[in-house]
C-alpha cells in the first residue's frame, strides 16, 4: 500500500526557519517515477499547493506566496521529499501535505486534482 509520511512540522516564531521531509513506503513502481508536491490547507480555507518537484528534480515550481522563501528537494535513493521553509510568516500556518502522482516526464503541476497519493499531514504553525 503506497504511504507516505510527513514530518517536520511544529511551532516556530515569524521569521524562523522549519524543514518538512516526507518519506515514500510501498509504492509499486519506483520513486522517480512520480512528480512530487506539497500542498498546504490553512484553518477556513482551501488547500493550495505551494511547490512540485519532477521526477528528476530537474523542473520545480512554487506558489507565489512562498517563491524565494521555501525550497523544494528530494532524494530518490533515500524516496525522500523535503522542503525547507525560511523566513516564514504568519500565514504560512497550516497543514502541509505531501503528495505524488506518476510522471508524465513533461514536468510538475501545482494542481492538487493532478495528484493521486496523499499523506496525512503535518502541522505548521508560526506565530507573529
Known amino acids: 500500500q503506497e504511504l507516505l509520511v510527513e514530518s517536520g512540522g511544529g511551532l516556530v516564531q515569524a521569521g524562523e526557519s522549519l524543514t518538512l521531509s516526507c518519506t515514500a513506503s510501498?509504492?509499486?513502481?519506483?520513486?522517480?517515477?512520480?512528480?512530487m508536491g506539497w500542498f498546504r490547507q490553512a484553518p477556513g480555507k482551501e488547500r493550495e499547493g505551494v511547490s512540485c518537484?519532477?521526477?528528476?528534480?530537474?523542473?520545480?515550481h512554487y506558489s507565489e506566496f512562498v517563491k524565494d522563501r521555501f525550497t523544494i528537494s528530494r532524494d530518490n535513493d533515500k524516496e525522500t521529499l523535503s522542503l525547507q521553509m525560511t523566513s516564514l510568516k504568519f500565514e504560512d500556518t497550516a497543514i502541509y501535505y505531501c503528495?505524488?502522482?506518476?510522471?508524465?516526464?513533461?514536468?510538475?503541476?501545482?494542481?492538487?486534482?493532478?495528484?493521486?497519493?496523499w499523506g496525512q499531514g503535518t502541522q505548521v504553525t508560526v506565530s507573529s
Open positions: 510501498g509504492f509499486v513502481a519506483s520513486f522517480d517515477d512520480y512528480a
Open positions: 503528495a505524488a502522482t506518476p510522471s508524465n516526464g513533461v514536468g510538475c503541476t501545482l494542481d492538487g486534482k493532478d495528484f493521486e497519493y
Open positions: 518537484i519532477s521526477w528528476s528534480g530537474a523542473t520545480t
